[in-house]
T-cell receptor, first 117, second 110 residues
């Protein structure tokens, strides 16, 4: 079946521009996560949704970052007034079960590589 | 989440076994040990997970020390397609997001 998809795969933005990154999770998956991965480092957690509810946004680095999942499926990560330090790969992952379960494998998309000039 | 320590990089020859170590001395009783790997230009993918007992699946084996303070991911016969960054992650039974470290970059030589 189809996995997690993300679009665009690559995005180049001028400093100060707003960008929107899209994530299509696996159909029916309840949980959705966003991670940021800088070059040469492991992914870092940004935010988590259970259905349409954003239950944890503790990893968002500033108020310029905003995520939504209004209908509990597709999610959008928006970055306002982009800065050079926002350059990274943004990964989306989904999971079929609610967080408080014994085990829930996360399925990752290929990521969106954002370059801010 | 408790912290894990892995070597930065390892090398293996093709078709030989690979043992990827992970130290997690501050692991708690409810922490599961997860392994994910990330191939070039892809998102991480699940490899294996365990709690106390050794685990086997089609991809790999996970050997967990009796005191659970360390574990080893075993690839029985490395192939060129196994070249990736391997992440060892701890997460509580009722945890949420994964906390990734820098992982181990595995190179497989033909």
């Amino acid at each position: 079946g189809a996995g997690v998809s993300q679009s665009p795969r690559y995005k180049v933005a001028k400093r100060g521009q707003d960008v929107a990154l899209r994530c299509d999770p696996i159909s029916g998956h309840v949980s959705l996560f966003w991670y940021q991965q800088a070059l040469g480092q492991g992914p870092e957690f940004l935010t988590y949704f259970q259905n349409e509810a954003q239950l944890d946004k503790s990893g968002l680095p500033s108020d310029r970052f905003f995520a939504e999942r209004p209908e509990g499926s597709v999610s959008t990560l928006k970055i306002q007034r982009t800065q050079q330090e926002d350059s990274a790969v943004y990964l989306c992952a989904s999971s079929s079960r609610q967080v408080r379960s014994k085990y829930n494998e996360q399925f990752f998309g290929p990521g969106t590589r954002l370059t801010v000039l | 989440d408790a912290k894990t320590t892995q070597p930065n990089s390892m090398e293996s020859n093709e078709e030989e076994p690979v043992h990827l170590p992970c130290n997690h001395s501050t692991i708690s009783g409810t922490d599961y040990i997860h392994w994910y790997r990330q191939l070039p230009s892809q998102g991480p993918e699940y490899v294996i997970h365990g709690l106390t007992s050794n685990v086997n699946n089609r991809m790999a084996s996970l050997a967990i020390a009796e005191d659970r303070k360390s574990s080893t991911l075993i690839l029985h016969r490395a192939t060129l397609r196994d070249a990736a960054v391997y992440y060892c992650i701890l997460r509580a039974n009722y945890g949420q997001n994964f906390v990734f470290g820098p992982g181990t970059r595995l190179s497989v030589l033909p």
